[in-house]
């Protein structure tokens, strides 16, 4: 999704359509530090770190942005970790039991932990957390979404729980690793959404100072916190005295308070600078793959000219996206081959010999789909009626030149005689068409730690309607891949998984229902002071293993 | 003319004054209201964005706005709880649109202030040395005024962080509070402003200095800048001083960008995130609050223009 701001729903928050704001992203536990230099982390100092959108709403179990996970990930912890494989490892809960049925599972929750309030962390608090999600006056926009078979959670004693769903839903530890189901202390939560979109209490590392909309939010040290996740790179309390993350939407003034020392990281390097700032020597670049939905283009199979299989495959043989992609971007984000990342659980290596550049080939399978005549501009036509194809485009929430791209892209097009136009819009311009599928072309991206992203893009109850907002922009329906997506629901084995969801992305290249383009990767731009900033499985900085040396 | 029907012709003035100014208010919010539901996508829909919500938060979502109401009716009950004094809660924001008004009012005008300071420190000066000077001052003068108004106060921004700070260091680059953050954004809003100012004063100077009292003055053996300050500064203000609603307007557009760059809290910030997100009530409430602005400010002046040239004054009667 559009990381960029969300309207309104923020707004600005910033997002995009389809994209945008909506990255969710899983956000799991710590995985292996990336990070800046080595040497002996010391105690002490304050990170200051930059970000372009912010949370319109601090409440993760009410927010669909990716900028809330970042900004609460901090001060809340999970019931489990996840890391980049897709394995599952201890948090706040240490060990868990799964049912034969796969419908129940049964977490032991560790002892000794409080919320930074002082409540204690027990069995009714995980309780109270995921009641609190799916309850429909907290009006999430996400979590509740993850765990729609969700029945209940029943307290077995103090430090252990139960939850059950109607149906086997294998997402749900890689769910319940995201800062979308961070435990809020009790306490906080008893005092209702108006609250909690700006105060959040947790059980994590930091805790929240104050969350300043416009300008940012400051944490400090949590003294007693000696619970991080399985897989981090130290125990006990953080080494930074203090957090603070600040909120500059702008690109250029974002790249300029790191350039000049202002700051000691920023998110979202814009490519064009990615050389720049690896030129300077007091600064790096810290790259992070994100798993999920790859930035594609999504044609509409239901309707219009890519209702026809020959057309959309002759659009995506005979576009060369990867030299595009290799050119525009120098090599900073890589061409994609499937629908997914490649450091996605249940990605298909196989995909990467798919989708070769070959425009003769997509020239006759233009002639078979009988666009053969020519108008006077060079365009093919049909009956007299030109190859046009409506691409619903939000100039405006474009990001990392997607904007620049679309353009070569129809430049290329014009060359196999297919007339691309924009039809620009604002968000809630772009939301309206695709509820109404008035489109042949959309673009998007969606980061998610899971290969069951591939639900959320294919499967059939993924099309939007009036009704509800889905995903699957290319509208695409085929019971084969239901049948798949729906297996992939009922094995938490992550081989049989993977198993299914490389089907699922043979069958949707197959059959044209989506033209990938390129992989995201996080671009973080970091003073060489900062150390030990880590990711998260959804590819976002992590701070609890972070340190700071002398300015 | 009789005191009883001074006194009944300046109740009439104030009556259709104040008449006026809530059919100004009243359009406002009206045409806000009309513009927002043209644009295409429904509240519900531009509520939720791109997400993937359960029915019953949607059904949550309609029911909590009563969004399901029929278009005329919302907008009723929106005038009927304007009138009571209730501007409504953001869709949004979890908070009420007073609050949210309330929070972001103190740092725009504080913003706002400071430019306008700026400007008329900067204008007015730069007005009494130039006008009826050589050709070549003038030049220079309307020169850089016409680059002051020209430049998009966006790029003007970007480019006085990257040199006052990033290179020189002398200011935090945005997110800050206190005066050391408030010099930059306040010079980005000025420079139209200040350019704008100069001009229209010149011009009132010019145009007085031409006059025959001028020469009287002279002939008095007063010296230019006597001239110049004592006498014609105060004329040429009046057409300043009708600038000076319209300048609000134009203050309050460069708010939208200076906030944003600066990162500073502020209407401008409100507004943009409400607009793009279908907040209503919040773009609603902005601009009813604009609206009283003006309104305040347009008779506040015509108040000034009494002050200031005594011919008026007879003319009101």
């Known amino acids: ?551 | 003319m009789g005191d009883g029907e001074v006194s009944r012709r300046i109740v009439r003035t104030v009556l259709v004054r104040l008449g006026t100014s809530l059919l100004v208010l009243w359009g406002a919010v009206t045409a806000a209201f009309v513009a927002l539901h043209l644009t295409p996508g429904s509240v519900v829909d531009a509520l939720i964005g791109s997400n993937t919500v359960t029915p019953q938060v949607r059904a949550q979502i309609i029911a909590d706005y009563g969004l399901d109401r029929p278009l005329w009716r919302q907008y009723l009950a929106y005038l009927g709880r304007i009138l009571h004094g209730d501007l409504g809660r953001s869709y949004q924001l979890h908070e009420s649109v007073a609050s949210a008004l309330g929070s972001q009012l103190a740092p725009s005008l504080q913003l706002t202030l400071v430019s306008i300071g700026l400007a008329l420190i900067v204008s007015t000066p730069l007005a009494l040395f130039t006008a009826r000077r050589r050709r070549w001052i003038r030049a220079l003068s309307s020169g850089i005024e016409l680059v002051g108004v020209s430049i998009p106060t966006f790029w003007a921004a970007i480019l006085l962080l990257t040199v006052f700070s990033f290179r020189l260091g002398w200011f935090p680059a945005a997110g800050a509070t206190g005066f050391g953050g408030l010099v930059l954004p306040a010079v980005a809003v000025a420079i139209p402003v200040t350019a704008l100012l100069t001009q229209v004063t010149r011009e009132g100077l010019e145009r007085v200095l031409e006059e025959p009292f001028v020469l009287t003055a002279r002939a008095r053996g007063m010296s230019d800048a006597g001239v110049r300050t004592r006498h014609a500064l105060r004329h040429a203000a009046l057409p300043a001083v009708t600038f000076a609603g319209w300048l609000f307007g134009l203050m309050l557009g460069a708010l939208v960008p200076v906030e944003q760059i600066f990162s500073r809290p502020g209407l401008g910030q409100l507004l943009l995130t409400a607009v793009g997100g279908k907040d209503l009530p919040i773009v609603m409430g902005v601009v009813l609050f604009t609206a009283l602005v003006y309104v305040v400010v347009s008779s506040t002046l015509d108040v000034l223009y009494l002050v200031i040239d005594p011919r008026l004054r007879g003319a009101a009667r």
């Open chain 1, 1 to 551: 999704m559009l990381r960029a701001r969300r309207p309104a729903g923020p707004a600005l928050a910033a997002a995009a359509v389809l994209a945008a704001a909506l990255a969710l992203a899983g956000c799991g536990g710590t995985d292996a530090a990336g990070g800046t230099g080595s040497g002996t982390p010391v105690r002490g100092g304050t990170l200051v770190y930059a970000v372009n959108t912010e949370p319109v709403n601090l409440d993760p179990h009410a927010s669909p942005q990716d900028v809330t996970g970042l900004f609460t990930r901090p001060a809340l912890d999970s019931l489990v970790a996840l890391d980049a494989k897709g394995g599952v490892h201890p948090w706040l809960a240490t060990a868990w039991k799964i049912s034969a049925d796969q419908k129940s599972y049964t977490f032991t929750l560790r002892t000794g932990v409080k919320f930074s309030d002082g409540t204690p962390f027990d069995a009714a608090a995980v309780k109270t957390n995921l009641d609190h999600i799916v309850d429909p006056r907290t009006k999430s926009q996400l979590a509740a979404g993850f765990i729609t078979p969700y029945t209940g959670t029943t307290v077995l004693d103090d430090h252990t729980v139960r939850v059950d769903f109607s149906r086997p839903h294998s997402p749900f530890l890689a769910a319940l690793a995201t800062a979308y189901f961070g435990i809020e202390s009790p306490a906080s939560l008893k005092k209702g959404p108006d609250y909690l979109a700006r105060h959040v209490v947790g059980t994590g590392p930091f805790v929240i100072d104050a969350f300043t909309p416009h300008q940012g939010i400051t944490y400090h040290r949590n003294p007693d916190y000696n619970w991080g996740p399985e897989g981090a790179a130290h125990t006990g309390p953080a080494y930074l005295d203090k957090l603070q993350i600040k909120t500059l939407t702008e690109d250029s003034v974002r790249l300029g308070a790191l350039t000049s020392g202002q700051v000691d990281g920023i998110a979202s390097v814009p490519p064009a600078n990615v050389r720049q700032v690896k030129a300077n020597p007091r600064l790096t670049i810290l790259s992070r793959e994100a798993p999920g939905g790859n930035y594609n283009y999504y044609p509409n199979t239901a309707s219009g000219v890519f209702a026809d299989l020959r057309v959309r495959q002759a659009f995506r043989a005979g576009i060369d996206f990867r030299t595009i992609v290799r050119k525009l971007y120098f090599g900073t984000f890589s061409p994609a081959s499937s629908p997914i990342a490649p450091n996605t659980v249940g990605y298909d290596p196989a995909t990467g010999n798919l989708g070769a550049y070959d425009p003769a080939q997509a020239a006759r399978l233009l002639d078979e789909a009988g666009w053969t005549g020519r108008d006077a501009q060079g365009y093919r036509t049909k009956d007299g009626r030109r190859l046009v194809v409506r691409w619903s485009f939000a100039k405006a929430f474009a990001r990392e030149q997607r904007d620049v791209l679309a353009v070569q892209v129809q430049a290329e097009a014009k060359k196999l005689g297919i007339d691309v136009r924009f039809e620009d819009g604002t968000f809630t311009e772009l939301i309206a068409r695709q509820v109404r599928g008035d489109y042949d072309l959309a673009d998007f991206s969606w980061q998610r730690a899971d290969g069951d992203a591939l639900r959320n893009l294919f499967a059939s109850a993924s099309i939007s309607t009036p009704r509800s907002f889905g995903q699957n922009s290319a509208r695409y329906k085929d019971p084969q891949v239901d049948g798949w997506l729906n297996a992939a629901l009922a094995t938490t084995d992550l081989a049989q998984r993977s198993a299914l969801y490389a089907k699922v992305q043979q069958k949707v290249l197959a059959d044209g229902a989506v033209f990938p383009v390129y992989v995201f990767d996080y671009l973080l731009g970091a003073n060489k002071r900062a150390h030990g900033i880590a990711w998260e499985p959804q590819a976002y900085p992590t701070f609890y293993d972070a340190w700071v040396t002398g300015k």
